[in-house]
């Protein structure tokens, strides 16, 4: 399974950011879609995660600003990011599960900031 993200960069803390995660090769139609996030000098964390039947989990530190959704047709998750906060700021990486085996995509940097 190959994943490809898009949609990080620089926005003002309030502002708004999409990010999109499409997952090509030999997928199942069980599997669970999410996104992890690094800062520096900290451990990767959860984000978000969402299953192919649409059970959603969040963070703590994001719920009530971020969403997740995804379109099975085209094995693609997407993070909808508001009130962004600087720390927000870190390394997106995309996440694909099925049959207890994890896929990384290559990670989209978002920086929150004035």
């Known amino acids: 399974v190959q994943l490809q993200a898009s949609g990080g960069g620089l926005v003002q803390p309030g502002g708004s950011l999409r990010l999109s995660c499409a997952a090509s090769?030999?997928?199942?139609?069980?599997?669970?879609m999410g996104w992890y996030r690094q800062a520096p000098g900290k451990q990767r964390e959860l984000v978000s995660t969402?299953?192919?039947?649409?059970?959603?989990n969040y963070a703590d530190s994001v719920k009530g600003r971020f969403t997740i959704s995804r379109d099975n047709a085209k094995n693609t998750v997407y993070l909808q990011m508001n009130s962004l906060k600087p720390e927000d700021t870190a390394v997106y990486y995309c996440?694909?599960?099925?049959?207890?085996?994890?896929?990384w995509g290559q990670g989209t940097l978002v920086t929150v900031s004035s």
């Open positions: 996440n694909f599960r099925q049959l207890l085996t994890f896929y």
């Open positions: 090769g030999s997928i199942f139609s069980s599997n669970t």
């Open positions: 969402i299953t192919s039947g649409g059970s959603t």
